[in-house]
């Protein structure tokens, strides 16, 4: 496993003070979905596809869902496996709309292999058919990991892997964590250039320009 390693950067634009674990933004992991990936079941579940998908997604606000009501409404039954279901049954696991609805075990935006369509997670397809960043169009937990960002007080925030212990309970019988190990440290690059896009919307583009160098040197 790559050793956590924090350096401190200084946003000059907000002053926030980030402290930021170029360890792992320096190491060679990407994301290995159909590569390998097993999943985050108690077993592991390469055949199924699932990935990080197998619950449904957390969304941060009523704002957030709003949105993503209106992107499901929008995408290509070609690219949406269960877009008729959903639009019978709707995307959100309950009245509060906190979280999506599974189906069948997984993310009911989640295209199962197999869909003539294609697997993997119909806002990400769409958005690239599309020609446009997955990150504008998947909700916020999605496109953020494995990253995570912790507001502290005094101006400081904290960037670093997501684990085990951000899934909760569940986090302790996953039969696999892909911040773990070796498995997906198979990237070609650092990983702080392998999610440029996702850096510099987490931390603004000058920290995000400083992180990228300083994993360089």
């Not at 979905?33 to 699932?50: N, S, T």
């Not at 949105?67 to 496996?81: M, Y």
Request: with cysteine; net charge negative; charged share 30%.
């Amino acid at each position: 496993m790559v050793m956590e390693r924090f350096e401190e950067f200084v946003d000059p634009v907000d002053g926030t003070r980030w402290t930021v674990d170029v360890g792992f933004l320096g190491s060679r992991w990407r994301c290995i979905w159909g590569e390998g990936c097993q999943g985050i079941l108690d077993e592991p579940a390469e055949a199924l596809g699932h990935g990080c998908c197998s619950v449904g997604t957390e969304l941060l606000d009523e704002e957030e869902a709003m949105t993503l009501s209106a992107l499901a409404a929008t995408l290509d039954p070609d690219l949406f496996q269960f877009r008729a279901w959903a639009d019978e049954h709707g995307i959100f696991e309950d009245e509060r709309r906190r979280r999506t609805i599974t189906v069948d075990g997984a993310c009911v935006f989640l295209n199962r292999p197999g869909f003539r369509g294609g697997a993997g997670c119909a806002l990400h397809r769409q958005a690239l058919r599309d020609g446009e960043r997955p990150i504008d169009t998947k909700p916020s937990v999605c496109w953020q990991l494995p990253l995570v960002v912790e507001h502290e007080a005094d101006g400081r925030a904290r960037l670093r892997r997501w684990g085990r212990g951000d899934r909760g309970p569940e986090g302790a019988t996953m039969a696999w964590c892909c911040t773990e190990g070796d498995n997906a440290q198979v990237g070609s690059k650092p990983t702080a250039e392998e999610l440029a896009d996702e850096l510099r919307a987490l931390v603004g583009p000058e920290v995000a320009v400083a992180i990228r160098r300083w994993v360089a040197d």
